[in-house]
Nanobody
């Protein structure tokens, strides 16, 4: 069982930066692949970035070169550094934990709004 709590969402101007955090508890964090997903109003939830237990990463094409996912297993925390934010990045961002032999887990989401 995993509990996930996101933080760091905010209102930011285009070109600005934010750092999202996801704190995990309740299971063995280092065994899980961790991901960030986002959902804008009227759109489906989409993968933003993923990091495996061994540190491999994947990014959506729309965020490559701007976003960086990382994890600190000692702190049971995954991060999403977001730079050069665009209005189309506006969405609720969700933390995800996934591992074989277990169901996926989701956080409650944190709102990111990019606007002038």
């Amino acid at each position: 069982q995993v509990q996930l709590v996101e933080s760091g969402g905010d209102l930011v101007q285009p070109g600005g930066s934010l750092r999202l955090s996801c704190a995990a508890s309740g299971s063995i964090f280092r065994l899980y692949t961790m991901g960030w997903y986002r959902q804008a109003p009227g759109k489906s939830r989409e993968l933003v970035a993923r990091i495996t237990s061994s540190g491999g990463t994947n990014y959506a094409d729309s965020v490559k070169g701007r976003f960086t996912i990382s994890r600190d297993n000692a702190k049971n925390t995954v991060y999403l550094q977001m730079n050069n934010l665009k209005p189309e990045d506006t969405a609720v961002y969700y933390c995800n934990a996934d591992k074989s032999r277990d169901r996926p887990y989701w956080g409650q989401g944190t709102q990111v709004t990019v606007s002038s």
